[in-house]
């Protein structure tokens, strides 16, 4: 189970301030519900994507 900050609170800072664990998590969850997300979700889930890419992916350190 998912504990850490809602998206309330990271729709605030850059994505660059996410924990490894809220993006996968916020990743995971929008990819579920991709096909219903409307152009700002969408919009989010690509930012998340992009992090998780400059990152090298969820499985580096």
């Known amino acids: 189970m998912y504990v ?5 609170e990271l729709s605030m800072m ?3 301030d996410w924990e490894k664990s ?3 998590f916020f990743h995971h969850s929008l990819q579920q519900i991709a ?3 409307n152009s700002e979700g969408q919009t989010i889930h ?3 994507i992009e992090e998780i890419e400059n990152r090298g992916g969820l ?3």
């Open 4 to 8: 850490g900050r809602d998206m309330t």
């Open 14 to 16: 850059a994505k660059s």
């Open 22 to 24: 809220e993006l996968a």
């Open 35 to 37: 096909p219903y997300l």
């Open 46 to 48: 690509r930012e998340i």
């Open 59 to 61: 499985n580096s350190d």
